[in-house]
T-cell receptor, first 111, second 111 residues
Framework: NAGVTQTPKFRILKIGQSMTLQCTQDMNHNYMYWYRQDPGMGLKLIYY???????DKGEVPNGYNVSRSTTEDFPLRLELAAPSQTSVYFC??????????FGDGTRLSIL | DAKTTQPPSMDCAEGRAANLPCNHSTISGNEYVYWYRQIHSQGPQYIIH???NNETNEMASLIITEDRKSSTLILPHATLRDTAVYYCIVKSEAAGNKLTFGGGTRVLVKP
């Protein structure tokens, strides 16, 4: 999706490793979100941010951390990877009273 | 946020209109109805949203009943590329605007 870039697209981690999923936007939108999607399921909200310096927990925040030091970037960090965190991770952005726009996702496997 | 109920799956013939129902009987006055779709594990794609009035854009039409307890997404001329999972979500514009994804309707467009 134009405007929302997620890296990497694919990653395999070993149990206990850590990594950061990157999300960058050039749309200058205040709101940013991280979701995860397990196979055959809908998306679940992990964390969200309403602006630089402000973050809040979503439905499934355990095992994750986020930061929002700039408008453009909203990285998601896994400190101690567990098999239960194998999923597809989507970042989304939006402006006030506008729909959310999603990135293409990061497919993460933890073995 | 109000919950939604959608049929788990439906088939549609290519070139015909696809009518996707959604029940949201507990919707409150300030909640919008949003529709997204997800094609083969790509990031969800925004389709359309509305509050009270029917809406139409280049992708689809949204018909909301007068009591707002249900709605129908209409894809006027379904193509094979419309095969996807379609999510109906009700959401207020309150701070955060978090989307809650249910199971959606898996639509298969057949030639």
């Amino acid at each position: 999706n134009a405007g929302v870039t997620q890296t990497p697209k694919f990653r395999i981690l070993k149990i206990g490793q850590s990594m950061t999923l990157q999300c960058t936007q050039d749309m200058n939108h205040n709101y940013m979100y991280w979701y995860r999607q397990d196979p055959g399921m809908g998306l679940k909200l992990i964390y969200y941010s309403v602006g630089a310096g402000i973050t809040d927990k979503g439905e499934v925040p355990n095992g994750y951390n986020v930061s929002r030091s700039t408008t453009e970037d909203f990285p998601l960090r896994l400190e101690l990877a567990a098999p239960s965190q194998t999923s597809v991770y989507f970042c989304a952005v939006r402006d006030w009273e506008q729909p959310q726009h999603f990135g293409d996702g990061t497919r993460l496997s933890i073995l | 946020d109000a919950k939604t109920t959608q049929p788990p799956s439906m088939d549609c013939a290519e070139g015909r209109a696809a009518n996707l129902p959604c029940n949201h009987s507990t919707i409150s006055g300030n909640e919008y109805v949003y529709w997204y779709r997800q094609i083969h594990s790509q990031g969800p794609q925004y389709i359309i949203h509305g509050l009270k009035n029917n809406e139409t854009n280049e992708m689809a039409s949204l018909i909301i009943t007068e009591d707002r307890k249900s709605s129908t997404l209409i894809l006027p001329h379904a193509t094979l590329r419309d095969t996807a999972v379609y999510y109906c979500i009700v959401k207020s514009e309150a701070a955060g605007n978090k989307l809650t994804f249910g199971g959606g309707t898996r639509v298969l467009v057949k030639p």
